[in-house]
């Protein structure tokens, strides 16, 4: 067994701190007869019918226990939303107050109906969403018209086609993750139509492959002899595997959602593939991402004398340095492998969000292989933001983070009302315009967030590296990914770093080479203050 050096990225489940209104929730009923008095506005959630709304009257939650609760004997008030046009918005914000959009967004529930309450996204608001599934759909339209340009033959419509395709699968996941299975409906029309158009049959084959690949696998024995030293075999463990992913668990994670975890990976990896290496595949432009098993995940017991002997006995993890604050963290991450994976995470099972810790944590490797060259990554800010664009994208929530982000501990969300004009209507503050209002009035410029390692990040450095990195994605295309691979070749001399990263800006996305970094704040500011402002 290899002695694995462990990563500085510690990651641990994110304790968001976000205001009293920026939550949205479900409402579970005791039976179908109360449920059916709510027919208008149920959606399906997990198996089960519910109402998905943000909390009005009556329905609190507490910052101080942790829990929701609302008025059993009486009204409780709910901003609701159509669950078959979440584009539309909920309510606007006049003179601070929130004010729904018409009767149809108002919705009183009576808590004797009441079965529980289930929080989805604590730093989500309905506004938020709804500007979330505009923004998707209007990149759908994008990617469209961009393939549209060529020729149906040629292998740019192909790549084209196919990262179109995926975008708008990738919405029905986001749908079905947040609730609104019921506008799915017309989207799969549409993906219907475009499944029908000729396609790189190449392409979707190794999607579709990787995802036939999950399959249950054995437990090494090496994992079991563990299991009998630290739990007299208790520990009962189980794995599952794909093509480019494994995962070794015990209770109370289930084989379903271990094998649910896994098809959601490997639909990142594809995603990622279609959206950011197939449409730019050249010579000088190559996938990085290995046909071959890259990422391992481990979930011991929450117990750290069992967690130091799974991690130290599995994976050869040292706890030397720092060993106490390190052992009472959720989780860790490595480098290395027995002999296939070359990243890994181990986790204590808590409370886990198991998709989001997939999520995140390949949004980690994917950075590292897409923009470092399939070799580590000396951009911390890159990293982070590549996690929290993968759980955004497919998720529509980041519940992991390598740390935390607290978005009220400086104010960041207070604004003057003599900014506003007298009764001026604003849509209410979403988790997109808290990240940005975050970035744009406290955020480094990216040149000096990218000489930061992880801990040194602040808050604002996190929601600025992710901002940053979403205009990228979006507006500057194959220069843009081109210019953040250039970031991860640069700063393996850290010398040099900035002067050959400025240079790369000036060569590659045409800005002048003495205010390069300049230039390309600018654009980014216009783009989060403009094209993802809802005021």
């Not at 409402?27 to 198996?47: C, I, N, Q, S």
């Not at 998720?395 to 740390?403: A, E, M, P």
Request: one cysteine or more.
């Amino acid at each position: 067994m290899r002695l694995l050096t462990p990563l500085v990225c510690l990651l641990g489940v994110l304790a968001l701190a976000p205001r009293s209104h920026a939550q949205v929730i479900a409402v579970h009923f005791k039976d179908e007869k109360a449920a059916g008095k709510y027919k208008d506005h149920l959606t399906e959630y997990r198996g089960e019918l519910v109402v998905i709304g943000e909390p009005k009257v009556g329905f609190v939650y507490s910052e101080q226990n942790h829990n929701l609760s609302y008025v059993p004997n009486g009204s409780n008030e709910l901003f609701v939303v159509d669950p078959k046009d979440p584009g539309k918005f909920a309510y606007f914000v006049v003179d601070g107050e929130r004010v729904e959009a018409s009767k149809k967004n108002k919705l009183v529930i009576q808590g004797a109906h009441v079965k529980g309450l289930t929080m989805l996204m604590r730093d989500q608001t309905l506004p938020g969403l709804s500007k979330e599934y505009n923004i998707r759909t209007q990149q759908i339209e994008e990617f469209r018209a961009d393939r549209d340009r060529y020729d149906k033959t040629s292998r740019e419509w192909q790549a084209r086609h196919v990262r179109l395709v995926t975008a708008m699968e990738r919405l029905v996941g986001w749908l079905e993750s947040t609730g609104f299975p019921a506008a799915i409906k017309s989207l799969q029309k549409d993906l219907a139509k475009e499944n029908k158009a000729a396609r790189d049959e190449a392409i979707r084959a190794r999607g579709q492959a990787a995802l036939d690949s999950v399959e249950a696998c054995e437990v090494p024995e090496t994992l079991k002899s563990l299991s009998q030293e630290a739990s007299g075999g208790h520990d009962v463990f189980h794995g599952f595997q794909s093509q480019h992913l494994r995962i070794y668990y015990c209770d109370p994670i289930t084989d379903a959602e271990a094998e649910a975890a896994l098809e959601l990976g490997e639909r990142v990896i594809e995603g990622f593939r279609a959206e950011f290496v197939d449409p730019y595949l050249a010579e000088d432009y190559v996938d990085h991402i290995p046909d071959r098993r890259f990422h391992e995940f481990l979930f011991v017991p929450d117990d750290i004398p069992k967690y130091e002997k799974y991690t130290t006995g599995f994976y050869g993890v040292s706890w030397r340095e720092n060993r106490e604050q390190r052992l009472a963290m959720g989780g860790g991450r490595t480098t290395g492998g027995r002999p296939e994976p070359m990243f890994i995470d181990f986790w204590k099972m808590r409370d886990n969000d198991l998709q989001g810790i997939v999520c995140h944590s390949l949004g980690h490797s994917l950075a590292s292989l897409h923009y470092g060259g399939g070799m580590s990554l000396n951009q911390d800010w890159l990293a982070e933001a590549v996690g929290y664009q993968v759980s955004f994208e497919h998720l529509g929530r980041n519940n992991v983070t390598c740390k935390a982000f607290d978005k009220e501990k400086s104010g960041y969300l207070k604004r003057d009302k003599q900014e506003r004009k007298e009764g001026e209507k604003t849509v209410g503050e979403g988790r997109r315009d808290v990240y940005n209002q975050v970035a744009l009035s406290e955020g480094r410029s990216i040149d000096q967030i990218a000489l930061k390692t992880l801990f040194e990040l602040e808050d604002a450095d996190l929601a600025k590296s992710w901002s940053f990195y979403d205009y990228v994605c979006r507006k500057e295309g194959k220069a843009g990914q081109e210019w953040l691979r250039a970031a991860g070749e640069c700063s393996r001399n850290r010398q040099t770093f900035l002067q050959k990263w400025r240079e790369a800006a000036a060569s590659i996305l045409t800005v002048s080479p003495g205010e390069a970094f300049r230039s390309l704040e600018e654009r980014w500011r216009s783009y989060a203050s403009t094209e993802q402002s809802t005021d």
